[in-house]
Antibody, heavy 120, light 112 residues
Framework: ELQLVQSGAELKKPGESLKISCKVS????????IAWVRQMPGKGLELMGI????????RYSPSFEGQVTISVDKSISTAYVQWSSLKASDSAIYYC?????????????WGQGTLVSVSA | QSRLTQPPSVSGAPGQRVTISCTGT?????????VHWYQQLPGAAPKLLIY???NRPSGVPDRFSGSKSGTSASLAITGLQVEDEANYYC????????????FGGGTKLTVL
């Protein structure tokens, strides 16, 4: 069964660092782009960036460039997004998803989401 | 500000037909890129509803259909059911976004 399983909820303080994960199973990670999507409380979906695990080609949406780092560890079939210094405005649910076909494709499988809360 | 514009809300009675529009620009839908649609039920992760403009993944009822023309796309839902009440998002590739894509702002469907 194809699955994307994300790490658990996080409660952090402003200025702290964080790395959340997305472990895939049921398919070969290097062959499909992975997308990271933010959903702030009560708001819509925002595409943060995408990564092709085969060669680590990474593309960030302009709003997220320099704010987060997307990476992948093919050896353990896991993708990551990390922050070096969290802000309260980073509080959101973060989803990973598999993009079929290409970087222009839709997201056909989604993780369950990781809730990140940043508060002093 | 999203470059894919959706109406904030639509509504319809059970059994009716509703459509949700997604208006893009010459750097996304107008450039010929495919449009994908997602349904997000309350408290759940999004689910792919329509891919490549008008294709349904296995398991999605044929009450859901998609179309695209020019710089716009539409999602149509016929035979509206109470369980269709959800948020719906369109998604497309955008050449101005450094090789990434973009979501529409989302549309809340209320089944009256």
């Amino acid at each position: 069964e194809l699955q994307l399983v994300q790490s658990g909820a996080e409660l952090k303080k402003p200025g702290e660092s964080l790395k959340i994960s997305c472990k895939v199973s049921g398919y070969t990670l290097p062959h499909y782009w992975i997308a990271w999507v933010r959903q702030m409380p009560g708001k819509g979906l925002e595409l943060m960036g995408i990564i092709y695990p085969g060669d680590s080609d990474t593309r960030y949406s302009p709003s997220f460039e320099g704010q987060v780092t997307i990476s992948v560890d093919k050896s353990i079939s896991t993708a990551y997004v990390q922050w070096s210094s969290l802000k309260a405005s980073d509080s959101a649910i973060y989803y990973c998803g598999r993009m079929y076909g290409s970087a222009k494709g839709g997201i056909d499988y989604w993780g369950q989401g990781t809730l990140v809360s940043v508060s002093a | 500000q999203s470059r894919l514009t959706q109406p904030p809300s639509v509504s319809g009675a059970p059994g009716q037909r509703v459509t949700i529009s997604c208006t893009g620009t010459s750097s996304n839908i107008g450039a010929g890129y495919d449009v994908h649609w997602y349904q997000q039920l309350p408290g759940a992760a999004p689910k792919l509803l329509i891919y490549d403009n008008n294709n349904r993944p296995s398991g999605v009822p044929d009450r859901f259909s998609g179309s695209k023309s020019g710089t716009s796309a539409s999602l149509a839902i016929t035979g509206l059911q109470v369980e269709d009440e959800a948020n719906y998002y369109c998604h497309s590739f955008d050449t101005s976004l450094r090789g990434s894509g973009i979501f529409g702002g989302g549309t809340k469907l209320t089944v009256l």
